[in-house]
């Protein structure tokens, strides 16, 4: 069974409107949780690494106050994309490590953004 | 930095045969963790195969096999007796300075 979750699974939103992802750690505990953006037939790209009751940490290139993250508890980070724009449909990935072997992830099932 | 390369967008088998899915990595790590991860239609990334970069052993797993040369910096996936349901994406990834980075990946049809 899904021991990482993502919802929603699919979201359309209004150009300018803001959209928050959640990502939970079904049965553990994740101090530490990762989000990574996916374009259509390419890679995933680590975005930025959520920490609990820290900042997050963005890799270059992200912008902070675009895509705003917050690790709420050891089980939920969420992931919300202010002021969203067309250029920011993708498909968003969260992942968290397991417990004893953190090089190990569990990744959620993904959630899918479109933004008219 | 780390950088993880897959020079084959896409490849073809038949069902049954055998198939090798290429990859080379760079980093600057002592310690590090190379995987293939696969990303089937629905996108959930599933977990083919780790391998710890201090251990010399080619790490396996039933149908799924690594040729693991350090010196070379290469990471190879051997799928034996290729089934329907292994078409998919297949991603390389290393594990060092606490993240992942990804390869482009490869996709594996396989014809039956």
């Known amino acids: 069974g899904a021991v990482v979750s993502q919802h929603p699974s699919w979201v359309i939103c209004k150009s300018g409107t803001s959209v928050k992802i959640e990502c939970r750690s079904l049965?553990?505990?994740?101090?530490?949780m990762f989000w990574y953006r996916q374009f259509p037939k390419q890679s995933l790209m680590l975005m930025a690494t959520?920490?609990?009751?820290?900042?997050?940490?963005?890799e270059q290139g992200v912008e902070k106050d675009k895509f705003l993250i917050n690790h709420a508890s050891l089980t939920l980070s969420t992931l919300t994309v202010t002021s969203a724009h067309p250029e920011d449909s993708s498909f968003y990935i969260c992942s968290a490590p397991r417990t004893s072997f953190p090089e190990t992830q569990y990744f959620g099932p993904g959630t899918r953004l479109l933004v008219l | 930095a780390q950088t993880v390369t897959q020079s084959q967008p896409e490849m073809s088998v038949q069902e049954a045969e055998t198939v090798t899915l290429s990859c080379t990595y760079d980093?600057?790590?002592?310690?590090?963790?190379l995987f293939w991860y696969k990303q089937p239609p629905s996108r959930q990334m599933i977990l083919v195969i780790r391998?710890?970069?201090?251990?010399?052993q080619n790490a396996t797993e039933n149908r799924f096999s690594v040729n693991f040369q350090k010196a070379a910096k290469s990471f190879s996936l051997k799928i034996s007796d290729s089934q329907l349901g292994d078409a998919a994406m297949y991603f390389c990834a290393s594990w060092g300075t606490y993240k992942y980075i990804f390869g482009t990946g490869t996709r594996l049809k396989v014809l039956a």
């Open positions: 049965d553990f505990q994740a101090t530490t």
């Open positions: 980093t600057s790590e002592s310690d590090y963790y």
């Open positions: 959520s920490n609990e009751g820290s900042k997050a940490t963005y």
């Open positions: 391998q710890e970069a201090y251990k010399q």
